[in-house]
């Protein structure tokens, strides 16, 4: 699953730069969390580290877009050999 910034978020950033994918960004009136990115820090921490640093905890699973944890790191072991 990806992670989804709801509009409670109130823009803090500090969210953005823990991401280890850099799926996070500033969007138009909220941060923002890219699907395609997004493994829920699965490959690289045990919890997901925005959730982690959310002070007003508006980070929540996106429930469309539903993913295994095996589907995680999959796309977790593509990321890492993209970079």
């Known amino acids: 699953m990806s992670l989804k910034i709801t509009d409670l978020c109130v823009n803090c950033d500090v969210c953005e ?31 997901p580290q925005c959730v982690d640093v959310c002070p007003v905890e508006c980070i929540i699973v996106d429930p469309e877009h539903v993913e295994t944890r095996e589907a995680l790191l999959a796309k977790y072991a593509t990321l890492v050999r993209e970079k």
Not at 18 to 45: D, F, M, Q, R
Request: hydrophobic content about 30%; charged content about 20%.
């Open 17 to 47: 730069p823990v991401c280890p994918n850099k799926a996070i960004t500033e969007g138009s009136e909220i941060y923002e969390i890219a699907p395609a990115l997004c493994t829920e820090c699965v490959g690289h921490y045990d919890t």
